[in-house]
């Protein structure tokens, strides 16, 4: 696994870039920037290549990929095709962090949908990603680069931890830490009125507001025709909580049990508890702003693993905005609430 570092050196970006596209089109995985999470990519139309994704991210083919594209040319390579109010969605926010569920077209392998007739689809933000398809030629399925069920990555340590030594991932693309820090929105586009299928980086009431158009937001959704909707999800490998009152949940616990939790949240909550914690006491502070917190949110957590500690506790947001996004991976990526 040969990492492409963009950040030092972006000079000649499309040279640079040629060996891993030779990657993909010998069938080969490449892990591959956006401006949400790391990705590893395959040629979606490529079964062969698209089933290693699957094998080295121990992922069930029960759960459906999504497919990047460069340009509009390539969206109609695999959806039959596009609803009017997904078309408002498309002009105000591609390229983006917001990903379409419509249907496919037969040329895209049962493989990448979990044999639904439905395809997720989106044009990354990210100026490097879009370049790296358009030079492969091919819409690529991707879905984040990380072991699946645990945290995304959003850092090159990440992706070194949970793949170093895999061969069939030739190449790592790294260009700094993404924009956003967390998965694109996705929105189902195949029933009326739309439906949200995944709180994401990009506000749904932004997307009502600037496009008109009406989304629902269902807590029950039976069929999984989106990444991200089974109920245990980008969970770190220790035991977490959600705490929706850290100062209450210090005050609970022995100083023995304290010791043994790794604490992340925002700053302003860290310097409010400066004169409770107790020595020993590990804190990461994911920031203030939603904003912050989205972006630095899987940051903090692979952090949290590393600590020499048995259990992480996670400050929660408020349920607005981009808070239903961060709460929205909190609760599946925990065991549950406490105090």
């Given amino acids: 696994m040969k990492i492409i570092d963009l950040t030092?050196?972006?000079?000649?970006?499309?040279?640079?870039?040629?060996?891993?596209?030779?990657?993909?089109?010998?069938?080969?995985?490449v892990v591959i920037p956006t401006e949400t999470v790391y990705g590893l990519a395959a040629d979606c139309f490529n079964i062969s290549a698209?089933?290693?994704?699957?094998?080295?991210?121990?992922?069930?083919?029960s759960d459906p990929l999504i497919v990047h594209i460069s340009n509009l040319r390539q969206l109609h390579q695999v959806v039959k095709y596009i609803p009017e109010n997904a078309k408002k969605i498309i002009k105000v926010f591609w390229p983006g962090a917001v990903s379409l569920v419509l249907y496919k077209k037969s040329s895209v392998p049962?493989?990448?949908?979990?044999?639904?007739?439905?395809?997720?689809?989106?044009?990354?933000e990210n100026e490097v990603t879009r370049k790296f398809i358009e030079l492969c030629g091919t819409p690529l399925a991707v879905p984040s680069a990380n072991i699946f069920s645990r945290v995304s990555a959003t850092d090159i340590s990440h992706i070194i931890?949970?793949?170093?030594?895999?061969?069939?991932?030739k190449y790592v693309i790294y260009?700094?830490?993404?924009?956003?820090?967390?998965?694109?929105?996705?929105?189902?586009?195949?029933?009326?009125?739309?439906?949200?299928?995944?709180?994401?980086?990009?506000?749904?009431?932004?997307?009502?507001?600037?496009?008109?158009?009406?989304?629902?937001?269902q807590k029950r959704i039976f069929q999984k025709k989106s990444p991200g909707?089974?109920?245990?999800?980008?969970?770190?490998?220790?035991?977490?909580?959600?705490?929706?009152?850290?100062?209450?949940?210090?005050?609970?616990?022995?100083?023995?049990?304290?010791?043994?939790?790794?604490?992340?949240c925002s700053k302003k909550?860290?310097?409010?508890?400066?004169?409770?914690?107790?020595?020993?006491?590990?804190?990461?502070?994911?920031?203030?702003?939603?904003k912050?917190?989205?972006?630095?949110?899987?940051?903090?957590?692979?952090?949290?693993?590393?600590?020499?500690?048995?259990?992480?506790?996670?400050?929660a947001t408020k349920m607005s905005g981009l808070g239903k996004t961060i709460m929205d991976r909190l609760l599946k990526a925990s065991e549950g609430k406490i105090v």
């Fill in 8 to 29: 030092k050196n972006n000079s000649r970006t499309q040279d640079r870039l040629l060996p891993a596209v030779d990657a993909i089109k010998n069938g080969n995985l």
């Fill in 110 to 124: 049962d493989i990448v949908t979990a044999g639904l007739k439905t395809v997720c689809i989106r044009m990354p």
């Fill in 269 to 290: 909550t860290k310097d409010k508890l400066r004169e409770i914690l107790k020595d020993g006491s590990s804190v990461i502070t994911y920031g203030n702003t939603l």
């Fill in 50 to 61: 698209v089933n290693k994704i699957f094998l080295v991210k121990n992922r069930p083919y």
């Fill in 292 to 315: 912050e917190i989205a972006k630095n949110l899987y940051l903090c957590l692979r952090l949290a693993e590393e600590m020499d500690t048995k259990k992480i506790v996670v400050e």
């Fill in 175 to 217: 260009t700094g830490r993404p924009k956003y820090g967390i998965e694109s929105t996705v929105i189902d586009c195949t029933s009326y009125p739309f439906r949200v299928l995944r709180y994401g980086a990009v506000d749904i009431e932004e997307i009502k507001k600037k496009c008109k158009v009406e989304i629902i937001e």
């Fill in 229 to 264: 909707m089974f109920k245990k999800h980008y969970a770190p490998i220790k035991p977490t909580y959600v705490s929706f009152n850290i100062t209450k949940y210090i005050k609970t616990v022995t100083k023995e049990e304290l010791n043994n939790v790794t604490i992340v």
């Fill in 161 to 169: 931890k949970d793949f170093d030594g895999v061969k069939e991932i």
